[in-house]
C-alpha cells in the first residue's frame, strides 16, 4: 500500500554558490592565484584523466571557498568509492555529464593506488576471542540511543560519569585504508563495537578492548548510514543502508546476512538517516530531493522527493512508502532557455526518523523543495501513521523554500532551472537533525527539532504540531545553524550546536558557532557557549581553513551530566550541562600511531561521530566533504584512574 503527502550530502552540494558569491566581490582570482603557486606537483599530471578532471570537477574541487573536497582528498579515495559516488551515488548528477567513454580516464586519475586490501586480515581477533556476547545489556541500539531520538546515555549505559570526563586519555586508534570521511554511529553491546567505517564497505564486530575484529561482514559498498539494533525472530540483528540504498539485516552473532533489501521508493534516492528497528517492521528515511540535476541548464528540472518506508523486519519487504509529495510532473513552464520544467521535487529526509509509541506515529523532518510548486511538506516536520504511512499533522518551519544547485547569491547570476525571488525565499534550510520527543516538567509530551536556519522548534503532538516555542541562535545559513542533531537530559534541557562558517567575504553576516543550552518548557535560553577558531601550532598547515569552518556540525551526545560535541576542525568539546563550562577538550587534527597498523589521520568530526559506551568514549575523526579535513582514524578514550 502507498500513501503519497505534500526524503546533505553532496560533496559539490551547493558549491557554485560559494563561487559565484566569489567571483563577485573579486575573490576568485586571487584564490586562483595562490592555489597555482601553493600545491605541490601532480605526480598524476600527465595521466590523460588530469584534462578529464579539470573539465568536468576543477571548477567545485580546486577551489578553496567551495564545499567541494578537495582533489588530495579524493585522491586518497578508492576506486570503488569514486566510481559508485559518481555513476549511482551523491555525484551521479555530475557524474552524468563526464562522457561514458571519459570515465575510465577520471578514474584513474583520481583514484589512490591499489594495493593490498586485505586489511581486515590483520586486525583479526585470536580465533579463541572472536565470541561476541549478546547478553550484556546493550549500551547504543542505534544513532538516537532511544526511539525517541534523545542521544542521551545515562552513566550506566555509558559506563562513563561526568567526574570521569575531565579525565579522558587516548586509549587506541584504529585506521581504515582509502577512507577520507567517518559518518556512522555503531550498536555497543557488552565488550563488542559493530561499527560500519563508511567508505570501507565493511561492517566489523570489534572487541573494544582490544580493538580486533571478532568478525567482519562484507558489504561490498561503501555503507552509508548508522547502525540500528534490535530483534528480528529469535535473532539479534544489525540493521543498515548502503551507498545504494540497500538495507542490510545481518546477524550480530556470526555476521551473516540475514537479507538485503531495497530501501527506497525511487531509482536514485539515497538512505542517509539511520533506518530504525520498531517491533516487526523497519523505518527507513529516504533522501532524494533532485537537487544536482538543477545545475544543468538542459535537464527539464526537477525530479525526486523524499520518503519515509516501511520493510517487514523478517523479510525486508516493502510494506508501505509514504511520500514527501506526488511524483514531478511537466508544469507546463519553461526555463529561460526554453527547457520543459517539472515539479514538484524536493523534500528529502536527511535524518534518521523518531517513534512516538504513544501515539504510533513516527517524525520525520524534511529538506527544501528542488523545483516548483513549493509543497506544504518541505522544511517540516511530518507525523506519519506508523500503521499505514498516512499523513497525520504537518508543521512547516519555511514555507517556500525552492533551491536547487542552478541557484547563486546574485539571482542575476543563477542558472535558467532556479526559482525567480518572487518564487521561492532561496534560503536551503533543511532540518538535517531528526525530531525528538521528549517530557516537560508536567509529565507532557514535546516534540523538539532543530533547522539549519539556526533555529530549535517546539511542538505539541497533543495539538496536532501546534507551536508552543522557537529560539533562534544567529542568522542561519545553507551551511549554518543546526545539521546533525540536538540532545536532551533529564533536567529538562535541549542543546542545540550551531555550526556557523566564518565567511569574511559577507560583511554583514556574524556567525555565532557554539553550543546552546534552552529550558524546555519555556524555550528560555539557558546558557550560550561560543567556540572559536584555532590556526596556531601548524593546525593551519593541515587543514587551511581553519579560520572559516570551526563550528559544531555533528550531533551531539549526553553522557550523565555533560554534554560531547565535535568540530569540523577536528577539536571534541566535553561541556558541563548544567553551566556550559568545557571541562574537556581534545584535537584530532593529527597523525595517530595506529593499533592496526593503518596509517591515521585526524581531520573534521561530523554527522554521527560521537557516540559512547563500555566505559569509553568514541570519536570517529575525518570528515572530507564540504572543504573539511579529511581523516580515517576512530579514537577510543578511557578514564585515566580506570582499572585496566
Known amino acids: 500500500m502507498s500513501a503519497w503527502f505534500m526524503s546533505e550530502n553532496s560533496l559539490c552540494r551547493k558549491a557554485f554558490a560559494r563561487v559565484a558569491a566569489a567571483l563577485a566581490l573579486g575573490l576568485i582570482v586571487n584564490q586562483l592565484a595562490a592555489a597555482a603557486e601553493g600545491p605541490a606537483p601532480d605526480p598524476r599530471a600527465n595521466l590523460p584523466g588530469r584534462q578529464v578532471y579539470e573539465t568536468y570537477c576543477a571548477a567545485c574541487h580546486n577551489i578553496p571557498g567551495t564545499r567541494a573536497p578537495a582533489l588530495s582528498a579524493l585522491q586518497l579515495m578508492s576506486a570503488q568509492s569514486l566510481r559508485l559516488a559518481l555513476t549511482t551515488g551523491v555525484m551521479q548528477q555530475q557524474g552524468s555529464m563526464v562522457p561514458k567513454e571519459k570515465m575510465p580516464q577520471l578514474i584513474e586519475y583520481l583514484a589512490a593506488p591499489e594495493q593490498d586490501t586485505n586489511w581486515t586480515a590483520a586486525m583479526m581477533c585470536g580465533p579463541d576471542q572472536r565470541s561476541v556476547n549478546l547478553q550484556a545489556s546493550p549500551a547504543l541500539t542505534m544513532f538516537g540511543v532511544d526511539h ?26 584504529i585506521g581504515f585504508p582509502k577512507t577520507t570521511s567517518l559518518r556512522s554511529s555503531p550498536v555497543i553491546v557488552g565488550s563488542t563495537m559493530f561499527y560500519a567505517p563508511a567508505q570501507s564497505g565493511k561492517l566489523l564486530a570489534l572487541d573494544i578492548e582490544k580493538a580486533c575484529a ?151 523532518t524534511t529538506g527544501q523543495n528542488t ?40 539571482p542575476a547570476q543563477s542558472g535558467p532551472n532556479c526559482p525567480s525571488p518572487a518564487d521561492s525565499v532561496l534560503k536551503d534550510y ?8 521528549t517530557k516537560k516538567r508536567d509529565g507532557s509530551d514535546i516534540v523538539l527539532a532543530g533547522q539549519k536556519s539556526g533555529d530549535v522548534w517546539a511542538l505539541d503532538p497533543e495539538q496536532n504540531g501546534k507551536l508552543l516555542w522557537r529560539q533562534t541562535f544567529g542568522d542561519g545559513s545553507a551551511l549554518g545553524g543546526v545539521h546533525w542533531g540536538i540532545a536532551v537530559d533529564s533536567e529538562y534541557r535541549v ?49 587551511n581553513l581553519c579560520g572559516e569552518k570551526y563550528g559544531l556540525s ?52 561530523d554527522s554521527h561521530s560521537v557516540f559512547a559506551g563500555s566505559g569509553m568514549l568514541f570519536v570517529a575523526s575525518g570528515y572530507g566533504g564540504f572543504r573539511q579535513p579529511p581523516g580515517n582514524v576512530l579514537l577510543a578514550f578511557r578514564p585515566k584512574t580506570r582499572t585496566r
Open 430 to 437: 533543511d532540518f538535517g537533525a531528526g525530531a525528538v520527543l
Open 371 to 410: 523545483s516548483l510548486p513549493a509543497t506544504p511538506t518541505s522544511d517540516a516536520v511530518l507525523a506519519i501513521d506508523l500503521a499505514t504511512g498516512n499523513l497525520k499533522w504537518t508543521f512547516q518551519a519555511l514555507a517556500n523554500d525552492v533551491w536547487n544547485l542552478a541557484c547563486r547569491p546574485e
Open 148 to 173: 525517541n531520538n534523545s542521544r542521551r546515555l545515562s552513566a550506566r549505559q555509558a559506563g562513563l560519569s561526568s567526574k570521569q570526563l575531565p579525565e579522558l586519555e587516548l586509549a587506541w586508534a
Open 214 to 364: 571478532k568478525w567482519v561482514y562484507d558489504v561490498g559498498v561503501a555503507v552509508r548510514s548508522s547502525v540500528s539494533f534490535g530483534d528480528i525472530g529469535s535473532r539479534k540483528a544489525l540493521i543498515f543502508a548502503d551507498q545504494q540504498a540497500q538495507v542490510h539485516a545481518v546477524d550480530a552473532q556470526t555476521g551473516e546476512r540475514i537479507w538485503k533489501a531495497n530501501g527506497r521508493h525511487d531509482a536514485t534516492g539515497n538512505i542517509t538517516g539511520a533506518p530504525v528497528l520498531y517491533k516487526d517492521r523497519i523505518i527507513v528515511p529516504v533522501s532524494s530531493s533532485g537537487v544536482g540535476s538543477g545545475a544543468n541548464p538542459k535537464f527539464e528540472c526537477c525530479v525526486g522527493h523524499g520518503a519515509v518506508v516501511a520493510l517487514d523486519a523478517a523479510t525486508g519487504k516493502q510494506l508501505w512508502v509514504a511520500h514527501t509529495m506526488e511524483d514531478a510532473q511537466y508544469t507546463g513552464k519553461t526555463s529561460a532557455t526554453g527547457v520543459k520544467l517539472r515539479g514538484p521535487s524536493g523534500a528529502p529526509i536527511w535524518s534518521t526518523p523518531s517513534i512516538d509509541v504513544e501515539r504510533g506515529l513516527i517524525y520525520a
Open 495 to 543: 542543546f542545540a550546536p550551531i555550526n556557523d562558517p566564518h565567511f569574511p567575504e559577507f560583511k554583514d553576516y556574524v556567525p555565532e558557532p557554539g553550543m546552546n543550552a534552552i529550558d524546555i518548557d519555556t524555550g528560555k535560553v539557558l546558557w550560550r557557549k561560543p567556540v572559536t577558531a584555532d590556526c596556531s601550532n601548524g593546525r593551519e598547515a593541515r587543514f
Open 554 to 605: 555533528a550531533a551531539p551526545l549526553v553522557i550523565d551530566k555533560s554534554v560531547v560535541a565535535g568540530a569540523l576542525d577536528g577539536r571534541i568539546y566535553i561541556f558541563d550541562a548544567a553551566t556550559g563550562d568545557i571541562v574537556w577538550q581534545y584535537d584530532t587534527l593529527r597523525d595517530f600511531t595506529t593499533l592496526n597498523g593503518v596509517k591515521g589521520q585526524g581531520g573534521g568530526i
